[in-house]
């Protein structure tokens, strides 16, 4: 077979889901391997992806408004990151990095509405699929543009031989699955939602995400299976079925981080390109608008406990890894800003990273360590025991999950960027750069006279920059020699070198 990634190595095959077993390295560029199929006892993997979900959105975590009691039950049975960071904070970077396990840079997928994937490393379905697994999707992709007047083009295999495609609710047209799918069923989804302002629960594309997801559950196959259910809440416009926004009080919701001196410092950034400019939102609104995005979660979170109910059902839950992760954030009016764009704010970098998988993780715990989505793909390679190839960026959180390492460290730093020529607003700088430690968060708008340096110990909320502050230059130089050395070892790493010339 052609384009083959894997290989067990000294005759290991895939773990049974009682006896994992080590992954073994793969040298770097040694990508074409000799096929073997999975063992039938290997854990199927259920990969649950929404889009635009901040961290500080589950109850289970720290959020007491907000209702994900199936949520909740994965993180109080498995293994949750509290510092979890995504490698761009926008989708096609993003989701190309935690694909691959490696940078945007170094695969060169740094911008969203790209024409076409590079085929320049493989995705883990792909290295899933070539080895036995039967990978499925539901929703959304977004490794190439997805503009409405144009179908996304996936990658020549991208390992998904069920492939039921939703880019967002409401364009598409005939290429969107959602759309198509209720059209044959007598159902016009966008009259019902210019009748009502939404789409009713049981026709939500979060629903029908989750409905062809358990049809592909309750499918009986012969070998294991890997499906992505990929949402596209909480995502704007933020309109979720009314009776989930309904059950928000909004006057007792709390309000962004925010102060008057935002609007200044922030604003001195209003020419790298971004959806919003620093502004002061009247507080109704900003307390409504949190009310529709965290209803949005609380619909994500039910269809959840109808996937977990399926897996019970069929008696796969018990050996089930599911994981579940955002491509990254969202303002949602932190700091006088709202949607995404180039920044690095916690709002918008920060995000859940669940693991759950009983029989061989951890229970109930949760990690304070640095982690990025980048080392998702090199997770999932350990775990059902193939190899890690060396040229990965992402490192693997197994020893974490089991127990064997402490849970407080995973990295000493971690990364995000965005370099696009993307212009908003005639705001045309949009490249950047974050590198970020337990410490300090460092910043650079390249191109640009100012960056940003946090505190964060002294100022978690980001809310004071330290650029030009004498007291911490000696700490800005360091952290900036640091974050360029990483730049340059990641940037394209994809080809393999055979000689010395």
Not at 110 to 129: A, F, H, Q, R, Y
């Amino acid at each position: 077979m052609k384009n083959q990634y894997l290989k067990i190595a000294y005759g290991v095959t895939l773990c049974s889901c009682l006896a994992i077993q080590p992954a073994h390295t793969q040298k770097k560029g040694e990508w074409n391997q000799p096929f073997i199929k999975a063992k039938k006892d290997a854990p199927n993997i259920l990969w649950i992806c929404t889009d635009q979900q901040r961290w500080n959105t589950i109850h289970a975590l720290g959020n007491i408004f907000v209702k994900t009691p199936n949520i909740d039950r994965l993180i109080n049975n498995g293994v949750s990151f509290d510092y979890a960071f995504c490698q761009s904070p926008v989708s096609t970077p993003s989701r190309a990095s935690f694909l691959t396990g490696m940078y945007p840079s170094s695969i060169q997928i740094t911008k969203t509405g790209i024409e076409k994937w590079p085929e320049s490393v493989p995705l883990i379905t792909k290295m899933l699929k070539d080895v036995g697994y039967e990978c499925g999707l539901a929703g959304k992709f977004h490794l190439s543009s997805a503009m409405a007047h144009r179908p996304e083009k996936r990658p020549e295999d991208d390992g998904y031989q069920i492939f039921h495609y939703s880019h967002s609710p409401y364009q598409g047209g005939s290429a969107n699955d959602y759309i198509t799918y209720y059209k044959t069923k007598g159902i016009d989804i966008l009259e019902l939602k210019n009748k009502l302002g939404y789409v009713p629960a049981e026709y939500h594309q979060t629903t029908w995400c989750t409905d062809m997801a358990i049809n592909f559950i309750e499918e009986k196959r012969e070998w294991p299976w890997m499906f992505s259910l990929n949402v596209y809440d909480p995502h704007s416009p933020f309109d979720p079925p009314a009776e989930y926004v309904e059950r928000y009080d909004v006057d007792q919701l709390p309000l962004p981080l925010f102060i008057e001196s935002d609007l200044q410092e922030k604003g001195v950034f209003n020419d790298v390109a971004f959806q919003s400019v620093p502004q002061k939102i009247e507080d109704n609104s900003l307390r409504k608008m949190l009310a529709r995005y965290w209803a949005q979660i609380d619909l994500i979170d039910e269809n959840i406990g109808r996937v977990l109910k399926a897996l019970e059902e069929t008696g796969q839950l018990d050996n089930t890894l599911i994981i579940f992760s955002s491509d990254h954030g969202d303002m949602l009016g932190d700091h006088g800003l709202t949607a995404k764009g180039c920044r690095f704010y916690e709002g918008l970098v920060r995000v859940p990273l669940i693991f759950y998988y009983p029989q061989a993780l951890k229970e109930g715990l949760k990690s304070e360590a640095l982690v990025e989505l980048v080392d998702i793909v090199p997770t999932i390679l350990e775990i059902t025991g193939l190899l890690v190839p060396e040229y990965l960026d992402g490192k693997s959180l197994y020893p974490i999950l089991t127990g064997q390492k402490d849970c407080s460290h995973h990295k000493d730093f971690v990364r995000c960027e965005h370099y696009d020529s993307e212009s908003i607003s005639g705001r045309k700088l949009a490249y950047g750069t974050m590198y970020r430690t337990k410490e300090y968060k460092l910043i650079n708008y390249h191109g640009h006279e100012d960056g940003e340096l946090f505190d964060l110990k002294k100022d978690p909320e980001e809310f004071y920059n330290q650029w030009n502050n004498e007291d911490y230059a000696q700490i800005r130089f360091s952290l900036m020699k640091e974050s360029f050395s990483t730049t340059a070892r990641t940037i394209d790493r994809t080809i393999k070198k055979i000689a010395r010339y």
